[in-house]
T-cell receptor
Framework: EAQVTQNPRYLITVTGKKLTVTCSQN?????MSWYRQDPGLGLRQIYY???????DKGDVPEGYKVSRKEKRNFPLILESPSPNQTSLYFC?????????????FGPGTRLTVL | LAKTTQPISMDSYEGQEVNITCSHN???????ITWYQQFPSQGPRFIIQ???TKVTNEVASLFIPADRKSSTLSLPRVSLSDTAVYYC?????????FGAGTTVTVRA
């Protein structure tokens, strides 16, 4: 089944404790992206990757890191999480550029930083 | 990225047609118009995409006037399961902006 998976689905952590949220897709998509969703703000793009080893900042990259060493994986790293990073996170992938191609979203990761 | 404006919320009843209009006055020549649907606690799902005139699929229709400064998503004969947030996106390339979307509530 074609899908985007994220792990963990739920995570409660404390301020300053490094964490990684994994994202994997099995559709051989070139493009992958991370979003965060907060009440009333819609989805905001954090980082995106056009292909292996090619990443760029979205609208809200502060406090996040990403890497794209393999085509299928695009982990999101929070080196020192803070409470304002409490949010619902989505990973997505698509063929080619994201505006002209359907994006497939993962199930989401709900992160709480205490 | 072209800025989009859409209503915050809309109410409807089962069996009615729902039309959501999105304004995008500064749309660029190469920009496509894409709509996504999102249910609570789920990732958005692609509904439809178009460049000009009318596009129809099994879920919805997208109407785009000649000047492309707006677009209308039409959901025919909605059911309770169509209650969701609908996002209008305009752009070309890799950076996306979803905005707050339109919350559509369908009542029995």
């Amino acid at each position: 089944e074609a899908q985007v998976t994220q792990n963990p689905r739920y995570l409660i952590t404390v301020t300053g404790k490094k964490l990684t949220v994994t994202c994997s897709q099995n559709m051989n998509h070139e493009y992958m992206s991370w979003y965060r969703q907060d009440p009333g703000l819609g989805l905001r793009q954090i980082y995106y990757s056009m292909n292996v080893e090619v990443t760029d900042k979205g609208d809200v990259p502060e406090g996040y890191k990403v890497s794209r060493k393999e085509k299928r994986n695009f982990p999101l790293i929070l080196e020192s999480p803070s409470p304002n990073q409490t949010s619902l996170y989505f990973c997505a992938s698509s063929w080619g550029d994201s505006m002209n191609n359907e994006q497939f979203f993962g199930p989401g990761t709900r992160l709480t930083v205490l | 990225l072209a800025k989009t404006t859409q209503p915050i919320s809309m109410d409807s009843y089962e069996g009615q047609e729902v039309n959501i209009t999105c304004s995008h006055n500064n749309i660029a020549t190469n920009d496509y118009i894409t709509w996504y649907q999102q249910f609570p606690s789920q990732g958005p799902r692609f509904i439809i995409q178009g460049y000009k005139t009318k596009v129809t699929n099994e879920v919805a229709s997208l109407f785009i006037p000649a000047d492309r400064k707006s677009s209308t998503l039409s959901l025919p004969r909605v059911s309770l399961s169509d209650t969701a947030v609908y996002y209008c996106l305009v752009g070309d390339g890799y950076k996306l902006s979803f905005g707050a979307g339109t919350t559509v509530t369908v009542r029995a």
